[in-house]
């Protein structure tokens, strides 16, 4: 039986281990924390002591870390462990110029390391549900997609620059961000107003937004390149609204940052354009 180890015991990390548990794999456990492995041990993982002896044997290693001092730190202490050519699969969100530097760097040192991030709860890892995200040689993501793709709902090599995938991973998140900090916004909108999030929340039973998104991004992209449809004058002013209904800035997070950004791109010329200008291409000028 081929043993797969897992550096990383956080939500994420043990949501992985217990699927390939569930799939009868060999699974060898690490964490910086070791309290955090009992659980896992209790289902059938090993717990090693160090990350050396965590990858000993191993037929891939999966990283699930905080940030990228953490990945450096365990890539340096796993490394004496190490097989040849085995594969350091690196689900943690990176900063892009850490993940171009890091990873020629050890490709040179001989290590087969693959950034491969996740959009994935917890939950998702147990299920093996959710995307993948992998950058590097089309050989190695060819080679291990069969074996991640049982990991996950579905696997995507966005291509051989090591960084793609962490700029992927944060445009992802950011999303997910930027609509929870506007979301909190228009709660207060509807706060001001007697209605409770439920209330709210009902707008999007008869009206999608969601299906929205690939437009939206076309639309931001290429404001003021045409004709605009709704301009950017007139959606300031309807920003001004909401923000006038939620009962001032003070109670808003994402809105007035939003309003500010307009107004700069209308005092730099734009205000006749599509109001899309405002969130990107105003910028570019």
Excluded: C
């Excluded at 390939?20 to 910086?32: D, M, P, Q, T, Y």
């Excluded at 909190?184 to 008869?206: N, Y």
Aim: no cysteine.
């Amino acid at each position: 039986m081929a043993t797969i180890a897992v550096l990383g015991a956080g939500l994420l990390g043990s949501g992985m281990v217990e699927n390939l548990l569930a799939k009868g794999e060999r699974v060898v456990v690490w964490n910086r924390t070791a309290s955090k492995l009992a659980p896992l041990v209790a289902k059938g993982a090993v717990a090693a002591a160090t990350p050396a002896d965590a990858v000993t044997g191993a037929e891939r290693v999966h990283l699930i870390l905080t940030a990228d001092d953490a990945v450096d730190a365990t890539i340096a202490a796993l490394l004496p462990g190490l097989g040849q050519g085995v594969p350091v699969i690196d689900h943690s969100t990176n900063l892009p110029a850490r993940v171009a530097e890091r990873a020629p760097r050890l490709r040179a040192a001989g290590v087969r390391y693959l950034h491969a991030p996740v959009f994935m709860s917890p939950q998702n890892a147990r299920d093996a549900q959710g995307v993948m995200l992998i950058a590097g040689p089309t050989a190695d993501a060819e080679a291990l997609t069969p074996a991640l793709a049982t990991m996950t709902g579905r696997v995507w090599h966005v291509g051989e620059q090591p960084e793609r995938a962490a700029v992927h991973k944060l445009v992802g998140n950011g999303v997910f961000v930027a609509i929870a900090g506007t979301m909190g916004d228009l709660f207060q909108v509807g706060a001001a107003h007697g209605m409770d999030p439920t209330e709210v929340l009902s707008l999007f039973d008869v009206f999608n937004p969601g299906k929205a998104l690939p437009f939206l991004g076309g639309r931001v992209a290429n404001a003021g390149k045409g004709p605009a449809s709704f301009e950017l004058t007139m959606a300031r002013k309807d920003v001004r609204l909401m923000i006038e209904a939620a009962g001032g800035p003070a109670k808003l997070s994402v809105l007035p940052g939003v309003a500010a950004a307009m107004d700069t791109a209308i005092a730099g010329g734009h205000g006749a354009e599509d109001f899309a200008v405002f969130a990107w291409r105003a910028r570019q000028s």
